[in-house]
């Protein structure tokens, strides 16, 4: 069978190649841009094809071989300029397909050097496992990290599902407001909706989560949390803005919880950061990260940069700026719709948060 995939899953094997290539992993700063003074160098990158066959990739100490090995077997050498080859003829192919696809010359070398599909498999939120030299403590740990791709579509950080449900109560609002507004049935209803809401004298308040999970998560960042994001959600919603950063410049405005301004913008890069390294709404977080080397980028221009541990503060500056909340299905997840219970008339909103 054909081995295909978007831009994003071929991303996934063009940072193989680029990363084995170049032998090391350039760590970027909060504009991503490389910081040359930065990077690891590269002692393998593991993959597990099936249960139980672990293939490394291990370019020598000159930097111009690639040994691939099976349970600690040699199985084959071949020049690091092949693999760089490979890696600029598939981000050429990527920079010119469009939606599902297939690189024939990129599936044949891959499939000589024991890769049958596009993602490697993974218990966690890592998408590439690999061993790097920590110049800076001298340890040379195997971590994970998750890759996203400027290649294709904007990928989403958090995906949307009933999981990712706020419940507001809306005040100021009467029974018959209920049939009147949830008949606006336009293709922008859920920011017309609002609109009529707010028109008629509605006021949203959070009461609560949809997801006990999910609100548990938010928890361990702060109590508090829940809350935060209840007011970027509302602000969202009411077309007051649509990227992270400028949402919490509204939070900070409003100023809900009487904390500064540093309070919010910390954890709102804290919870963004907890999301990418594997918070997940409906699985239960015990506070480490799954990707636990941090992220990798491939940028438009086809650098591979890194987001690691010793760059933390960079990787949520980042984050906070290249973030925004999108609207998903209404239907599917089942909000932007009011309704009566216990005598209160409440609406969800959806929290989804996407790429820019």
Request: hydrophobic share 40%; with cysteine.
């Amino acid at each position: 069978m054909a081995i295909t995939g978007n831009k994003g899953e071929w991303s996934e094997i063009y940072a193989f190649l680029r990363l084995l290539a170049d032998g090391k992993l350039f760590a970027a700063d909060e504009q991503l841009n490389c910081i040359s003074s930065i990077f690891f160098p590269i002692m393998k990158i593991i993959r597990e094809e099936t249960l139980g066959k672990t293939y490394e990739y291990r370019p020598d100490m000159n930097n111009t071989v690639i040994e691939i090995y099976l349970n600690d077997r040699q199985l084959l050498r071949l020049p690091a300029t092949k693999f760089d080859a490979e890696a600029n003829h598939l981000y050429d192919a990527v920079n010119a397909k469009r939606g599902v696809f297939k690189v024939a010359r990129t599936e044949t070398f891959i499939r000589s050097i024991y890769i049958t599909k596009l993602k490697a498999s993974s218990a966690d939120k890592s998408d590439i496992k690999i061993q790097i030299h920590d110049v800076y403590t001298g340890y040379e740990n195997v971590v994970g990290f998750s890759i996203k791709s400027e290649l294709g579509n904007s990928p989403t950080l958090l995906n949307a599902g009933r999981t990712t449900n706020f419940i507001y109560n809306v005040e100021g609002l009467v029974a018959k407001h209920i049939s009147q507004i949830n008949a606006i049935n336009t293709q922008t209803k859920i920011i017309d909706r609002m609109k009529a809401i707010s028109e008629a004298g509605g006021r949203l308040n959070f009461e609560t989560m949809e997801n006990e999970t999910f609100r548990e998560n938010l928890y361990m960042i702060d109590s508090q949390m829940p809350s935060i994001v209840a007011e970027m959600l509302s602000g969202y919603y009411a077309k007051i803005a649509t990227d992270c950063e400028e949402l919490t410049d509204y939070v900070i405005r409003i100023n809900p919880l009487s904390r500064s301004a540093d309070f919010y913008k910390h954890k709102i890069k804290e919870m963004l950061c907890a999301i990418a390294l594997g918070m997940k709404p409906a699985t239960k977080w015990n506070g480490t990260d799954e990707a636990s080397g941090g992220y990798i980028i491939v940028k438009t221009n086809g650098d591979v940069l890194a987001y690691h541990i010793y760059n933390r503060d960079a990787f949520k500056g980042y984050l906070l700026k290249n973030t925004k909340l999108d609207r998903a299905s209404t239907s599917r997840h089942d909000f932007a719709t009011l309704y009566e219970e216990n005598g209160k008339i409440k609406i969800k909103l959806n929290l989804q948060i996407r790429f820019i």
